[in-house]
């Protein structure tokens, strides 16, 4: 059984079930079953319940329960709103834009809350979820957190010097030996020069920073996707958003940086946005396409 800290139960109400197994179509792990006239769950399933939650969703008479690690009955909510549509989203998709321009304006706890229990909706590879936020919220933290991150850069990029990048190019390989000697170099001396000269190409004199990262055992991927969630969440409420990839690369390599911010031994700093009300605002968009698109 693949449970992760606490074993999983399917309690189903057997007075109020009626027996259309839609419980147990629906489950992706082939975790209940339907035998002797009841719905039960497998003796020897494959790796036991994902905690999902679909059979309770599905349940017309909601008879059915996973009490797992991170899932009741009580987490079982009723939507009755009506989806958006394809237009409205679609807009939103080419009107965000990168904001490297913000208002002073700060983000209140309850506008966090809302975009951090949005974002909590997205997908992860195996439920309940790896990922953990840090919300650095308020000009003076976010200033205090650039000052520790262009430290660090400055560290890192005068230790990445082209000597020791030459000697380090048959291992890292070309193409990252071009991306740090050509991007991720410049860009940090670009960083530390310009916060010297009292100028913020880090945060961009955000108010919020939020850092998405994953326990030991998270997915790659769980944290990235629960950031982009709360980026268009933060979208719909009116601010701009920027991700800033200097942060978990930098994060991860500063040991005493993690300690600070409660970042535990083993965890993986993904990704991180700066947010903020927008100085600016962008009425036109542009077309993008991917690389490739192949149809087989
Ligand atoms: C992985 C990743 C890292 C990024 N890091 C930075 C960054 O450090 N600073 C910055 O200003 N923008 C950063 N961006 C934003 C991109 O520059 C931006 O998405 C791109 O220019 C396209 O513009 P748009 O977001 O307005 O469409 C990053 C984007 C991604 C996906």
Known sequence: MFNKEKP???????????KCQQCVEICPADYLEFVDDRIKAVDNSYFGCLQCGHCMIKCPEECIEIKGEAISGEDLIVITDSLPGF??????????RSIRKFKTREVSDEVMEKILTAASTAPMGVPPSEVKVLVINGAEKVQEFAEELVDMYDKTIKAMNPLVLNIAKPFIGLNSHKMFSEFVIPLGKLTVEARKQGRDVL?????????????EITDKEDPVIAS???????????????????????????????????????????????????????????????????YR
């Open 87 to 96: 237009d409205p989203v679609n807009t939103l998709f080419h009107k965000r």
């Open 228 to 294: 982009t969630y709360a980026q268009i969440a933060a979208e719909t409420l009116g601010l701009g958003t920027c991700i800033i990839g200097s942060v978990a690369p930098l994060l991860t390599q500063n040991r005493a940086l993690r300690d600070k911010y409660g970042i535990l031994k083993g965890e993986k700093p993904a990704t991180a946005f700066v947010l903020g009300y927008p100085e600016i605002s962008f009425n036109k968009g542009i077309k993008r396409r991917f690389k490739a698109v192949n």
């Open 203 to 215: 945060f961009y004199n955000a108010p919020a920073v939020i850092i998405f990262y994953g326990t």
């Open 8 to 18: 999983v139960e399917a309690i189903v109400d057997r007075d109020k079930c009626i």
